[in-house]
Structure formats: C-alpha cells, structure tokens
C-alpha cells in the first residue's frame, strides 16, 4: 500500500538554528506534496507544497526539497524560533481505493530549545 | 485560501448519545473533508462530504456511525452517532477550491464518557 514515513518522531532545535524535517514516500506516482503545521489545540496549517516537476521550492523562512529519485522530501526551516514548536507533516497527493486523497504521514515533533 | 470555523471546538459527551459537528467555510469550495485524529497521532480521512450527493466513506467508516450533511457549497455536518469512549478524539473538517491544498478548520475535541 501507500505509506509516507518519517525518520524523526521528535526533533529538538536549539532556538536561531536551522530545523531539517524528513519525510520518505513510497508511490513515485505522485506529483503533489505537502507540508503542514499543527500547534497544540489547533487544526493543521498549510505552509509550502511542492510539484514533481521542481525539486526545490523556497518560502518564508522555509524550504521544500523534493528527491523524487530516492522518494524523499523534507522541509527546512531557517532560524528557528519558539514560534516553531509544532508538530510537522508530511502529506502527498496518492491513491486508496481509486480515490485520490491526501496521504499522510506519522509526524514529527519540533521542539525549540531555548 | 479558505478560512474554516467548527462548532462546538469541544464538548463532553455521554455514551450512548450523538453529537453534531458544524463546519463553515468562508467561500464556497468543491470538496470538503472530514478526518479524526487521535491525540499525538496522524489523521485519518473518514468521508469526503459531496454537495449534492452521498458523502464518500473511506474503510472502516459508515454512514450510519457518521452520517455527512452537504447542503451547500460553504457548509458540511458531521454527526458522531452512539458514541462511546472509543469515538473520543479531534474531529476535523477541511476543504479546497480550485487547488489540491487542503485547508482545514481548528477541530472538534469529543470526550465520550
């Protein structure tokens, strides 16, 4: 089946360091991939998605890179700050029982320490 | 993007009873969404709420656990029927317009004694 996985359930970051979140896909089909948010007490917040097309896509403080070769994806935050303590996923764009839906992945959690 | 709101954002519910969850998105949107997460886990995709139409149900989710409303393109309903404490969890409602990007509304926290 489809799966997407992470290789750190927990990242902690010391506070103005860069944060580096991992993500391994398994359906080279997908062209679609995302990365989310979610604080405590909060519903999941976009942040960035990538096209299969690009390999590299830049944000606010944010960047996607996507090896399409080796399936993986991961999500680099520049300057960590507290703000960042959340709990990242990973999501793509795959098919479950000829539907298409968001795959998603276990999570990692980012703590900032101070 | 599209901001989602949820009612109630947490309730205290008894066995044996129901609870319906609202989800208002501010424009109208194509597909909307229903996932539970449990705490500290990910989230798994219960139904997709079609206007018009029956809401599609993923394994191991059932219309009459989980009966989904789509009346309109802005607005959905989730009814969490003869709850028990297994049912405790975030219920979330999420939508997309034009885009694959779901955006998702802040969660309903059930607690089912």
């Known amino acids: 089946g489809e799966s997407v996985g992470l290789h750190l359930p927990t990242l902690s970051v010391q506070e103005g360091d860069n944060s580096i979140i991992n993500c391994a896909y398994s359906?080279?089909?997908?062209?679609?991939f995302i990365w989310y948010k979610q604080e405590s007490g909060k519903g999941p917040q976009f942040i960035i998605d990538?096209?299969?097309n690009m390999d590299k896509r830049q944000g606010q403080r944010v960047t996607v890179l996507l090896n399409k070769t080796v399936k993986h994806l991961s999500l680099q935050i520049a300057a960590t700050q507290p703000g960042d303590s959340a709990v990242y996923f990973c999501?793509?764009?795959?098919?479950?029982?000829?539907?298409?839906?968001?795959?998603w992945g276990a999570g990692t959690k980012l703590i900032i320490k101070p | 993007s599209a901001v989602i709101s949820q009612k109630p954002s947490r309730d205290i519910c008894q066995r044996g009873t129901s609870l319906t969850i609202q989800c208002q998105v501010d424009?109208?949107?194509?597909?909307m969404f229903w996932y539970r997460q449990q705490p500290g886990q990910s989230l798994t995709l219960i139904a997709t709420?079609?206007?018009?139409?029956?809401?599609?149900?993923e394994s191991g989710f059932v219309i009459d656990k989980f009966p989904i409303s789509r009346p309109n393109l802005t607005f959905s309903t989730l009814t969490v029927s003869n709850m028990s404490p297994e049912d405790s969890s975030i219920y979330l409602c999420?939508?997309?317009?034009?885009?694959?990007?779901?955006?998702f509304g802040p969660g309903t926290r059930l607690l089912v004694l």
């Open positions: 999420s939508a997309n317009a034009e885009s694959e990007t779901q955006y």
């Open positions: 424009s109208q949107v194509t597909m």
């Open positions: 709420a079609n206007q018009g139409s029956e809401a599609t149900y």
């Open positions: 359906n080279s089909a997908s062209d679609y």
């Open positions: 990538i096209r299969s």
């Open positions: 999501a793509f764009l795959g098919a479950m029982d000829s539907n298409y839906q968001l795959i």
